[in-house]
């Protein structure tokens, strides 16, 4: 029987995860590139949302979220066969959970566009989204939500910190590394073109990722609640961390960096959320603004890795890093929901690594394919002269701005 207050309630949440991507994520984006490839990142991300929608549809869903396999799912739910209209998941209908989840699906290959912008073909884009989307994303959900192994192991990912932020960061890295750094990095990249617009992206993603955090209780209730605060305040503190990091640093502090302490802080306690109290959010935020914002110069710097926007430090390390710690937060003397019976830190830090690792090989594995295929077929990088002129008209024949 529908619950109309469950229903109602992840109706709100479904529109408020796409509003992350659209036009959160993209807005976001959008600010942190240089002015002459602004269209180029909206409609890379425009684009993704339609592709994967339609993706999840088709046959992505089914493979997340059917039959009994270990490692994926069937084919039974292909364009939705068998749902009906009074079909239920839970306690509403599963339309909607389709929904609800299809705006995952859309959010986790967006976020991968902030590795490769200013420099990859549209047709790479999208042929990319689409089969990482079927290869890569579905399975791993599946493997964590939807009964697979990492399920039955009992790996604690509440909201994605496994299946969409490790995903997509190790993808990213992956992607980049294979693209190569943007033409004169890292000497002659300028700073984002406009960090109002990187802020309003921000906040947009903040409101949006309660939706994605306490929407993932599936419920109207105590779960969704607490879900809703820790997501607040691990948002608040990583966003204060990463601006006295810079403050002490630079002598200034950033609003791009106060809103991508944001960012961090919502990706860290992304897995955690729905079985840590307010102590293991403000614990999970000072952890993701830390260890976050020391990847970001560990990526570029070190490996000396292009990942354009930092998906992989923000997104890959923040979802790795909650995803640990919810093992140790998770005891009621932070305020956490407790371990099951019988299972000890120890016990349960192992099936966090191992879910974190597994998900890690496969990644790299099936994006380097992946890559390979799109290479054959759309090309993958842009000719130097495009890249140097903008994409926002070599690549689509419009401009941002007129200036």
């Not at 306490?214 to 609640?225: E, F, K």
Request: hydrophobic share 55%; with cysteine; glycine share 12%.
């Amino acid at each position: 029987m529908v619950n109309a207050g469950d229903t109602s309630w992840i109706l709100t949440a479904t529109a408020l995860v796409l509003f992350m991507t659209m036009p959160g994520l993209a807005l976001f984006y959008a600010g942190l590139v240089r002015s002459k490839n602004i269209l180029s990142v909206l409609m890379h991300c425009a684009a993704i949302c339609c592709l994967a929608s339609i993706t999840w549809l088709a046959v992505a869903y089914s493979l997340a979220f059917s039959g009994d396999g270990a490692y994926v799912g069937d084919l039974s739910k292909l364009f939705l066969a068998g749902v009906t209209r009074d079909a239920m998941s839970g306690s509403i209908p599963e339309s909607l959970f389709f929904s609800f989840q299809m705006t995952f699906a859309i959010i986790t290959p967006a976020l991968i566009v902030g590795a490769y912008v200013e420099r990859i073909k549209f047709g790479a884009v999208l042929l990319i989204s689409a089969l990482w989307l079927i290869f890569v994303y579905a399975p791993v959900c599946h493997w964590v939500w939807g009964g697979g192994w990492l399920s039955a192991m009992g790996v604690y990912d509440f909201a994605g910190g496994i299946v969409v932020h490790v995903t997509a960061g190790v993808s990213a890295l992956v992607i980049a590394k294979m693209l190569g750094s943007r033409s004169g990095y890292p000497d002659q990249v300028q700073p984002p073109h406009a960090p109002w617009m990187v802020m309003v992206g921000a906040c947009m993603l903040w409101v949006g990722w309660f939706g994605f955090n306490a929407g993932s209780a599936l419920t109207a209730g105590t779960d969704a609640s607490m879900a809703l605060l820790v997501t607040h305040i691990s948002a608040a503190t990583a966003s204060l961390v990463w601006l006295i990091i810079e403050w002490l640093r630079f002598g200034k502090p950033s609003l791009v960096g106060l809103v991508t302490g944001t960012i961090a802080g919502l990706a860290t306690i992304t897995p955690a959320s729905g079985f840590v109290g307010p102590m293991g959010g403000f614990i999970l935020g000072i952890a993701g603004g830390f260890v976050c914002y020391y990847c970001v110069d560990l990526v570029k710097v070190k490996f000396n890795i292009d990942d354009s926007l930092d998906v992989f430090a923000v997104h890959g390390v923040g979802g790795a890093t909650g995803t640990l710690l919810v093992a140790v937060l998770i005891s009621p003397t932070f305020g956490g929901v407790g371990l099951g019976d019988g299972v000890t830190v120890i016990d349960q830090l192992g099936v966090q690594a191992t879910g974190i690792l597994a998900t890690l090989v496969w990644c790299i594995i099936a994006t380097v394919i992946i890559v390979n295929i799109a290479r054959v077929i759309t090309g993958f990088r842009v000719e130097n002269e495009d890249e140097v002129e903008g994409l926002d008209y070599k690549a689509h024949g419009e401009t941002g701005y007129k200036l």
